[in-house]
């Protein structure tokens, strides 16, 4: 749905092939390791979840005009990490990330689950980049997000090899 699972499946491709070192190695002391990068991931996705929870309880009944979430993943254009999505080194291990990650699709599918698009088209909620985005979008962002991501997780794994 929305294409979260599809683009999920690349993450987890990709960190099945990984050692636990090279997980928790860092390419420089300031970048995040892939750990790191998952636990971000994990941190947004629930970010999302409760917010759009918010959005459906309290909300207003509004639109928003679609944006370009598509373009989430060009990574030329630098965008700093909320405090509040920003790892803090709180995984031990693949394992721990894949179980976490896994825990925050399942609550996204339980809260979209039997909503009408109607219902997500029509609350909405700013995001920092594209502004306010609906519901709808906000899912479909998620994907696009971990596909940014995943390319980021690419360019650790290759400076640190």
């Known amino acids: 749905m929305y294409g979260i699972d599809e683009k999920r499946k690349e993450i987890i491709e990709f960190t099945e092939k990984l050692s636990e070192e090279e997980a928790?190695?860092?390419p420089a002391e300031e970048k995040w390791s892939i750990l790191e990068i998952l636990e971000h991931?994990?941190?947004?996705e629930e970010m999302v979840v409760y917010r759009m929870k918010q959005s459906l309880k309290q909300g207003d009944?509004?639109?928003?005009?679609?944006?370009?979430?598509?373009?989430?993943?060009?990574?030329?254009?630098?965008?700093?990490?909320?405090e509040s999505v920003q790892p803090k080194g709180e995984f031990e291990s693949l394992e721990e990330a894949m179980d976490r990650l896994e825990k925050t699709r399942e609550a996204t599918m339980f809260l979209i689950h039997n909503k009408d698009k109607e219902v997500l088209q029509n609350r909405i909620y700013p995001h920092p980049s594209f502004g306010d985005m609906n519901l709808e979008q906000w899912v479909e962002f998620i994907g696009w997000h971990e596909l940014r991501h995943l390319e980021q997780m690419k360019e650790v794994k290759q400076k640190i090899s």
Do not use: C
Not at 41 to 44: E, S, W
Not at 61 to 82: F, G, I, N, S
């Open 24 to 26: 928790h190695q860092k």
């Open 41 to 44: 991931l994990y941190l947004m």
């Open 61 to 82: 009944l509004q639109q928003a005009t679609e944006k370009p979430v598509h373009k989430t993943v060009d990574r030329t254009r630098k965008v700093e990490a909320p």
